[in-house]
């Protein structure tokens, strides 16, 4: 009866704190007013140190691909890629189950609780 309504209200506004909150922080984010967690990398940005000992040798191909990676694709991009990635992830589980929360308390504030003998 009256607890099923309060119930539904309850899950109705958590489910849209669960959407809403997580939209504002991404939006956050993506406007660079805040800045996503660190999951992958460092917190600071220390610069990879290159081996100096060994000589540039032209025929070491391990040692002219790592040096060509890492020009193409410096480290930093792929941390970001990837903090932004799982940011992604964990804001539509968050968003999906504030979808969940909000149908369920939809469903209780639509029931009608009285019996019909």
Request: hydrophobic residues 45%; aromatic residues 8%.
């Amino acid at each position: 009866m009256e607890l099923n309504k309060i119930l539904g209200y309850i899950l109705l506004l958590a489910g849209l704190l669960l959407i809403v909150v997580p939209l504002w922080q991404t939006y956050q984010i993506f406007t660079g007013a805040t800045q996503p967690p660190q999951v992958f990398g460092q917190q600071e940005t220390q610069p990879v140190l290159e081996p100096e000992s060994k000589p540039n040798n032209p025929f070491d191909i391990q040692q002219q691909v790592q040096k060509g990676l890492m020009s193409m694709l410096p480290i930093d991009l792929i941390n970001n890629t990837l903090n932004l990635t799982s940011w992604m992830i964990l804001m539509w589980v968050l968003i999906f189950g504030g979808k969940q929360l909000c149908d369920i308390g939809i469903k209780l504030l639509r029931s009608n609780p009285e019996y019909t003998n």
